[in-house]
Each structure stands twice: as structure tokens, then as C-alpha cells.
């Protein structure tokens, strides 16, 4: 997508144009920028608390999503997702320990104020990826399950929330915005064991309509489907991985159960000898495996925004990148696996501007 990109230069000589502005970018590299949870922290929770995760401070017993997603297009990562993070902390508190978890609302906040002036090229080319939503859903699921809270509000205060901040990284010129939806977390180890997965669903399934009617509205506003943000169908892709034939494909042989398990009262932890045949590594995070998947196929949908990920698709990039016999040391970005098709995205296109008079 960044090879039709035009890229703006600074004249040269001291002194810019009168009419125009333009400084020199830092870097013509776009960014992958990433906001999120646990499901895409790759090690920011640990280093700010120590010692948070599993695998070098990740939920996971390998690379987190973004990682791979960013190495198949040959971008910088910039990764802002912390384990814990909620929506907006005046809706559902994140906190880990006496820490207060910097919501995606606060992330947002941090990085617009941090990177005022990011320059033309970035927000014309860098790609925003937020993951948001599973902890607002957990943190609220018993007043949900009761009835002490009505799903509907429940949905629309969360999907505006989202919304909001969507709408403010648009406002800030950034044009490529993938907002992935909430996950089939009803087929969580951790929900099905509370017996609330039939509960759960439903508003899931409600949560996610009302995302994505929010933030058709922020696109339409920013140029309709021309404007690059779109709702991007994590929970499709997660039902897709759970097919028969997909499963078999990746090697998972364990789709119900943790591999990770850590007894509540005596702290005990245990661990499965095969990790990566599990789909669930903890009873909530997804294993090695589906993070890759989920990995190759943001970059699959970034290069090609209108593709489908249906279940012939994920097949495809099963096989492409070998994701049914990868582990934490084999696979893109451990160096030992090179996918059958080149990686990396063309260059962008320089434009030359006019000459400064």
C-alpha cells in the first residue's frame, strides 16, 4: 500500500518555501504503531513492572502478533500496548498491583501529545493497530451475567469510548487505521470454566456491532472507505483457526484446555510439554500458533485491505509460513524460516516538490 504513497522532501538549500513548510522526516521507514492489551503487549507491562508474562515478558510462549505482522512488511514496531489495558479507566479501571494500566484512551493521549508534528509521510503511510475491549468485557462480567448492568449501555458507552479515540488519531491525520473487534472470549479455558460462555457471547456479539457502526461513522467523517479505518474481524479469524482442517494445519491438537495453569490457593504452576500444540497458552491468551497466524494475516490485510480471511485464506498462510512447525526459535522472525514469497513492501515512490524560489 506504500508503493502509490507520494513522499514529500525538504527543498534543498536553507530556507523553505513561503507558501509551504516542509522539513526533512527523520525516517522513511513507515511504522507499524500498535495500542492494546496483553494480547499485543510485547513487553511493556514487565518493564515497568518486572517480571510480568511469560516468554521475555510477553502472555504468550513466543512472539506476540505485531512482531510478526511488522518483520513480514519491513516496518519499524511501535509498540504501546500494555498488559492489563482497558478502553478508557473511567469506565473499566486497569490496574495491575497498586499500578494504574495506561487505558488505550491514556495511549492515545500519550502518543498524539508525545509526537505532535509526526510529518506527512508518516501520517500518510504508518498503519495504527489497536486491539482493544477483552478486559472491559472481563472486568464487567459478573455485573453482566447478573443483569446489574445492561448489556446495551454496556456496548454503546464501550464502542463510543473506542470510537472517540479513533476518531482522534484520524483527527490528527494518521489515514491507515485497523481497529480489530473483540474475541470469541466465551471460548476462553477461564470463561468456560465459570460456565458463563453462553452468557458471554451474546455480548460479545453486541459489543461488536456497536464498534463497528461507531467507527463507520469516524470514516465516513474522514473520507469513507477511502480513509483506510476499518474494523478488522478478530473474531472471525479466531473461529476460522478453530475449523477442523486449520487446526489440524497448525498442529494444534488441544483447542479446551491451558497449558499454562497456575492452582489459585497454593500458586503451583504446571506447564505443558508441547506449548505450541495448545491454542490457549494461559486460560485466557492465545499460544504461539494463533498469535502468528493472527500476525500474517494483519500484514496480509494491511497489503490488501479488501481481502478476506476466510478459511482458505488462513490455509494459505499456514502453509506460506510454515506456521504448523514453528516455535519461539523457528519462524520469520527467529531467522530460520523464510516464508515462499518475497516480504517486504516496495519502497514508497519520492515525489519531487517544486523548487524553492
Known amino acids: ?58 502472555f504468550t510462549n513466543s512472539y506476540v502478533w505485531n512482531e510478526y505482522t511488522a ?5 519499524t514496531l511501535v509498540n504501546k500496548a500494555i498488559a492489563g489495558a482497558t478502553s478508557n479507566n473511567d469506565i473499566t479501571p486497569g490496574d495491575s498491583s497498586n499500578i494504574t494500566i495506561p487505558s488505550f484512551h491514556d495511549q492515545v493521549t500519550a502518543w498524539l501529545k508525545d509526537n505532535a508534528q509526526p510529518g ?51 483527527a490528527a491525520g494518521y489515514r491507515n487505521i485497523d481497529l480489530w473487534n473483540l474475541p470469541a472470549v466465551e471460548m476462553a479455558p477461564y470463561v468456560v470454566s465459570l460456565g458463563a460462555s453462553a452468557l458471554v457471547k451474546p455480548v460479545i456479539d453486541m ?12 470514516a465516513a467523517k474522514h473520507g469513507g472507505g477511502a480513509s483506510g479505518i476499518r474494523v478488522r474481524d478478530l473474531n472471525g479469524l479466531i ?34 510439554s508441547n506449548p505450541d500444540q495448545y491454542f490457549f497458552y494461559d486460560s485466557i491468551h492465545p499460544a504461539s500458533r494463533m498469535h502468528y497466524l493472527w500476525g500474517t494475516a494483519a500484514a ?7 481481502a478476506q ?3 482458505s485464506t488462513v490455509m494459505s498462510l499456514i502453509d506460506k509460513y510454515y ?14 524460516v523464510q516464508p515462499t514469497y518475497t516480504s517486504h513492501i516496495p519502497e514508497p515512490t519520492p515525489t519531487t516538490l517544486p523548487k524553492c524560489h
Open 323 to 336: 506456521i504448523g512447525q514453528s516455535n519461539s526459535q523457528s519462524n520469520i522472525i527467529a531467522g530460520s
Open 239 to 272: 473461529r476460522a483457526a478453530l475449523q477442523p482442517q486449520v487446526l489440524s494445519a497448525m498442529d494444534i491438537a488441544d483447542t479446551t484446555h491451558a497449558c499454562y495453569v497456575k492452582d489459585t490457593s497454593s500458586g503451583a504452576v504446571s506447564v505443558c
Open 207 to 218: 459489543v461488536n456491532v456497536a464498534i463497528t457502526k461507531a467507527v463507520t461513522t469516524v
Open 300 to 306: 496480509a490485510l494491511i497489503r490488501n485491505p479488501t
Open 120 to 170: 506527512q509521510f508518516h501520517l500518510h503511510n504508518d498503519v495504527i493497530e489497536v486491539e482493544i475491549g477483552g478486559n472491559d468485557i472481563l472486568g464487567h462480567a459478573l455485573d453482566l451475567m447478573t443483569g446489574a448492568l445492561n448489556p446495551a449501555t454496556f456496548a454503546a458507552q464501550l464502542a463510543g469510548s473506542i470510537a472517540n479515540d479513533i476518531e482522534a488519531l484520524a
Open 1 to 58: 500500500m506504500w508503493a502509490t504513497r507520494n513522499v514529500l522532501f525538504a527543498c534543498a538549500g536553507a530556507l523553505a518555501c513561503a507558501s509551504v513548510a516542509v522539513a526533512a522526516p527523520t525516517s522513511m521507514t513507515p511504522n507499524l504503531i500498535v495500542f492494546g492489551n496483553s494480547l499485543s503487549d510485547d513487553g511493556n507491562l514487565s518493564n515497568m513492572v518486572g517480571g510480568a508474562g511469560y516468554w521475555h515478558g510477553r
Open 309 to 311: 480471511l476466510d478459511v
Open 71 to 75: 518483520k513480514i512488511l519491513g516496518v
